[in-house]
């Protein structure tokens, strides 16, 4: 498809999103978007509605899930794996989703009562509401504290309160690089690493993983400078792997602000990349469980 972008990296409501499934496969069309990939944190509830819409609207809708990883060589002593074309209906990979559905809910209660050690209390009936289907998240924490005025905006609470280090900081159950790039592949799936530079990964926590089964990298990103988009590409030419991108669209995060959905320029092409990959995948499944 000459000349179609995509946009493969994008949140709901059922993560830390601001659009629901159905809004944001709407404003991929508006923006004149091919294809877009819904990679929620961690629960794959809103794909359903998202590939509803996209069949009506003529949208491509990858499912897509986006899933926390420990390392000890990132700032935050995590990454992020994407899984492009998963299996999402499989029962165990849900079985596994919940574990760590049920984990943040434990975690929010802790960001709380450390919140209140500080001296701030949460409205919590105004969190509930800001979460509302989805999956508790740090994010949806910020946005209280900001809509409170106990913070100006989002970045201040993370630089405050709730970025790695700081007081009311709470780490997530994560699993090993291993244990998610295994359990992406297990259903169908294309594991990408998400904004490397983001969390500083090295060349070398990235030639790990790809020995570990990384089939790509996140190479164009909202927050990836020109410098360091030409850098990543580099290392994935020289890994032999895909070089994916995505804004990272959480919806409009500011009022009368657009969405940033579309604006990091990815071609179709690498749809058509992660399909053959797919495909691989899918054959050595079928070996391996024949």
């Given amino acids: 498809m000459e000349n179609s972008y995509v946009d493969l990296h994008v949140h709901t409501k059922y993560s830390d999103g601001a659009f629901t499934p159905e809004e944001a496969v709407r404003y991929a069309k508006k923006v004149g978007l091919t294809a877009i990939s819904i990679t929620d944190h961690d629960t794959t509830e809103g794909l359903p509605e998202a590939i509803k819409a996209g069949s009506e609207l003529d949208i491509e809708v990858i499912p897509g899930v986006e899933l926390s990883v420990a390392v000890q060589t990132s700032i935050e002593q995590e990454i992020h794996i994407l899984g492009y074309f998963i299996n999402w209906e499989d029962s165990f990979f849900q079985k596994k989703l919940k574990i760590f559905q049920k984990a943040r809910e434990q975690r929010a209660n802790q960001i709380l009562e450390k919140l209140k050690k500080l001296g701030i209390i949460v409205d919590e009936k105004k969190l509930s509401e800001i979460v509302g289907v989805g999956v508790f998240g740090r994010l949806h924490f910020a946005k209280v504290l900001v809509e409170t005025q106990v913070a100006k905006n989002i970045n201040e609470v993370f630089n405050k309160y709730l970025g790695y280090g700081k007081p009311a900081y709470v780490p997530k159950l994560r699993l090993t690089p291993d244990e998610a790039i295994k359990m992406i592949i297990s259903v169908g799936g294309v594991p990408i690493l998400a904004h490397p530079h983001c969390n500083d990964i090295t060349q070398n926590t990235i030639e790990s993983l790809v020995k570990q089964g ?77």
């Fill in 214 to 290: 990384l089939k790509g990298i996140e190479v164009w990103h909202i927050k990836h400078t020109n410098s360091e988009t030409e850098k990543l590409k580099k290392i994935a030419e020289k890994f032999e792997i895909i070089s994916t991108g995505g804004s990272d669209c959480h919806g409009v995060m500011i009022k009368g602000m657009p969405a940033i959905m579309g604006t990091v320029k990815v071609s179709y092409e690498i749809v058509t990349e992660l399909k053959k990959c797919r495909d691989n995948i899918d054959k050595v499944n079928t070996q391996l469980f024949a």
